[in-house]
């Protein structure tokens, strides 16, 4: 299987402040035939389903606002918030769908400081 | 607009199988590339996928319990099924369904709690 390692597994952030958040695979995402990496980012709020953010490591699902960025490739993804707003604290994680099983992150969970 | 809605047993004993209902709207199970998903999550823990099931009848199961899952689908009725066989206390989890195109998980339902207790 593939492991996914994020780090940190908390952080405490005021609003307005840029946030980045990492995520590593045990190996590689990125399929060489169609140059596309297989991750995504989900944001999961306290009593809620996960709701998907990011796909193909950078593309933003419709609606997300831009403030959400996703970067990376290879085995080294980041998301970044680039001004955390409060309806963002929640817990992220990152999923490979290179291959099955898929496979996620242990989350980042965005506190208030 | 895609809707997904789990249904369960809400609780059982161990060594029950454990049937799961995913209703969804919006999509069909018949359409090329379309799968639905099953995902589960201990109280204040993180994810663990199960199993998927494609518009074409393939599926894959998560190797780490073993032989204790069938996932099938209902295309007539909209509905995907995931039964966990020899059920513990380890699979107390609220159990989510998702609509995954090309692997990534689109659409999730609200989830359905699942206690396994004696």
């Known amino acids: 299987d593939i492991v996914m390692t994020q780090t940190p597994s908390s952080q405490a952030v005021s609003a307005g402040e840029k946030v980045t958040m990492s995520c590593k695979s045990s190996?590689?995402?990125?399929?060489?035939?169609?140059?596309?990496?297989?991750l995504a980012w989900y944001q999961q709020k306290p009593g809620q389903s996960p709701k998907l953010l990011i796909y193909?490591?950078?593309t933003r699902e419709s609606g997300v606002p831009d403030r959400f960025i996703g970067s990376g490739s290879g085995t080294d993804f980041t998301l970044t918030i680039s001004s955390v707003q409060a309806e963002d604290l929640a817990v992220y994680y990152c999923?490979?769908?290179?291959?099955?099983?898929?496979?996620f992150g242990a989350g980042t969970k965005l506190e208030l400081k | 607009q895609v809707t997904l809605k789990e249904s369960g047993p809400g609780i059982l004993q161990p060594s029950q199988t454990l049937s799961l209902t995913c209703t969804f709207s919006?999509?069909?199970?018949?359409?090329?590339?379309?799968?639905v998903g099953w995902i589960r999550q201990p109280s204040g823990k993180g994810l663990e996928w199960l199993a998927n099931?494609?518009?074409?009848?393939?599926?894959y199961y998560n190797p780490s319990l073993k032989n204790r899952l069938t996932i099938s689908k209902d295309t007539s009725n909209n509905q995907a099924f995931l039964k966990i066989t020899n059920v513990d206390t380890a699979d107390t989890a609220t159990y989510y369904c998702?609509?995954?195109?090309?692997?990534?998980?689109?659409?999730w339902g609200q989830g359905v709690m699942v206690t396994v207790s004696s």
């Open positions: 998702a609509l995954t195109t090309e692997g990534i998980s689109d659409y």
């Open positions: 919006g999509f069909s199970l018949s359409t090329y590339g379309m799968g």
């Open positions: 099931i494609w518009w074409d009848d393939d599926k």
């Open positions: 190996q590689s995402l990125l399929y060489n035939e169609n140059k596309k990496n297989y």
């Open positions: 193909w490591a950078s």
């Open positions: 999923q490979q769908y290179y291959n099955f099983p898929y496979t």
